[in-house]
């Protein structure tokens, strides 16, 4: 049986911790597929589109095994669309832990046949955030090494 996951989040946008938990999942798991949550309570920065095209060009020398889709509602009911058994999530430092084991334990709940798997996200990108990322490119820093290349052009685009 062919092991399925899927790796949420709100990528506002994506950064190289993401895209480092997400190359390390996509070599655990037979497919990945990538979700992007769409929050209506949330302003974003990037529409859920561009968001989705940037972890798309982003993730385009992984393999086929990757995809990158945008939903709303519940992960454990967008994992179910794709018939995914596990939710992957990254682990910076021990102030996500809190946060991530509630959710790990609310998904479960709701789902008991879909399992979170947290990676440790890799030691050089374990301080990077969207957040801090966005505030970085806002006044005119270089974000190069903290975002993916992709996502580095539109951030610049941006606040040109
Ligand atoms: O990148 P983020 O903002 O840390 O990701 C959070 C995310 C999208 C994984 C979480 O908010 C989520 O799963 N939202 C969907 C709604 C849901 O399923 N809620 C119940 C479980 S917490």
Same mark, same amino acid.
Do not use: C, K, R
């Given at each position: 049986m062919s092991r399925v996951a899927v790796f949420p989040g %709100? !990528? =506002?946008?994506?950064?190289m911790a993401h895209l480092d938990v997400a190359r390390r999942a996509a070599a655990l798991f037979d497919s990945l597929v990538i979700g992007v949550l769409h929050n209506p309570r949330k302003a974003p920065l990037f529409a859920i589109e561009q968001r989705v095209e940037m972890i798309r060009a982003s993730v +385009?020398? !992984?393999? +086929?095994n990757v995809e990158v889709q945008s939903f709303d509602g519940l992960t454990v009911e967008f994992a179910e669309r794709h018939g995914a058994g596990f939710i992957v999530r990254g682990l910076r430092?021990? %102030? =996500?832990f809190e946060a991530e084991l509630q959710m790990a334990h609310t998904n479960r709940r709701l789902e008991r046949r879909v399992d979170t798997v947290f990676l440790m996200t890799a030691l050089e990108f374990g301080y990077l955030s969207s957040t801090l990322a966005k505030e970085v490119a806002q006044f005119g820093g270089d974000v190069g090494g903290m975002v993916p290349p992709p996502v580095a052009e539109a951030l610049a685009a941006r606040f040109r």
């Open positions: %709100s !990528f =506002d946008p994506m950064t +385009a020398e !992984f393999g +086929a430092a021990v %102030s =996500d």
